[in-house]
């Protein structure tokens, strides 16, 4: 019998193997070019990387453009709480311990850019870490693929905001360095040291639009808040937040009768807004139908669920 040549037997191996690479190869070129546009968020999205600078990038899919804040990691913010003015970087740290670092730092750094973020990412192991490569790429893709990324983005939304990223062109990216003067200030300690930190008023001032939804603004939908809790300025902080996403804020005070919930009222056309939706999700409100208010489209009363926030959660029970 002849002996089959050893030749036709490698070939055999490297088509096996060709195939068994094509496939994977083929399904992630299909997920990417194709399946990926269904995932495309329909609204705002914004994500932290958890780098040394830190970027806060956001996305606006009405206008297909791509806002960067670049800060240093050492920037420090007012942590959720109550747990004091800290570093990003340290903040992350310290709140590792009580297992909610991703929850309190999201929370603190949107708090102080009055733009809610929603995902973060970070390489495992190097996180506050310059980075080299964009997490948004396809290299930042086969680093989530092969478990290097801490991230809570949904896989599919990552593989989408990675596509529509390394298409858009230097005209859909509004980039922001910011330093002293410049959206950051340095504040004296008593031991005649300093720290980095935001200053609200000249951020908001150099940084108008950066997080405007276009949808929510073409709206034009008027928001009232009320603040039931008690606690002061909590009012301000959610106006802030609705402001700079693009709805009209007219009005903000305090009420009495308090609630637990976010509660938001509105006639049948306003709670079907995009901007009704974008509250609801953000503040977690339950939503009524209710008689056309003359000052305002929507109102918002802030309750005991966002006080907690700021609450440190030993305090909760009490």
Not at 22 to 37: D, K, N
Not at 133 to 160: C, D
Not at 180 to 209: H, M, V, Y
Request: aromatic share 10%; charged share 25%; glycine share 6%.
């Amino acid at each position: 019998m002849r002996k089959r040549p050893p030749a036709r037997r490698y070939d055999r191996v490297i088509v096996l193997l060709l195939f068994l690479v094509a496939i994977p190869c083929g399904f992630f070129l299909f997920t990417y070019y194709i399946v990926s546009s269904f995932w495309l968020p329909r609204q705002r999205v914004t994500m932290m990387f958890l780098t040394n600078p830190v970027e806060v990038v956001s996305f606006d899919p009405n206008k297909n453009q791509w806002s960067i804040v670049i800060f240093p990691s050492q920037t420090h913010v007012s942590g959720m709480w109550g747990l004091g003015q800290y570093s990003v970087e340290s903040l992350w740290r310290l709140a590792s311990l009580e297992g909610s670092a991703s929850a309190v730092v999201l929370g603190s750094v949107g708090d102080e850019l009055g733009a809610p973020i929603d995902y973060f990412v970070g390489r495992k192991r190097a996180l506050w870490q310059r980075q080299k490569r964009n997490f948004l790429s396809i290299g930042g893709l086969l680093e989530r693929f092969t478990n290097r990324l801490e991230t809570n983005m949904p896989v599919f939304a990552h593989i989408a905001l990675a596509r529509s990223f390394s298409s858009a062109d230097d005209l859909k990216i509004e980039k922001l360095v910011l330093g002293i003067g410049k959206g950051l200030i340095e504040r004296p300690l008593p031991d005649n040291s300093t720290i980095l930190s935001f200053e609200r008023q000249q951020f908001d001032r150099i940084t108008t639009a950066i997080f405007e939804d276009k949808a929510i603004r073409e709206e034009r939908i008027r928001v009232a808040i009320f603040n039931t809790t008690g606690r002061p300025l909590l009012g301000n902080r959610v106006a802030r937040i609705i402001d700079r996403l693009g709805a009209i804020v007219v009005h903000v005070g305090n009420e009495s009768l308090a609630v637990d919930e976010c509660v938001m009222s509105g006639n049948a056309n306003a709670v079907k807004t995009k901007t009704a939706s974008m509250i609801q999700s953000l503040f977690e409100c339950v939503t009524h139908v209710s008689d056309i208010e003359e000052r305002a489209d929507l109102s918002v009363r802030i309750g005991k669920r966002y006080e907690q926030r700021f609450i440190p959660p030993v305090l909760h029970t009490k």
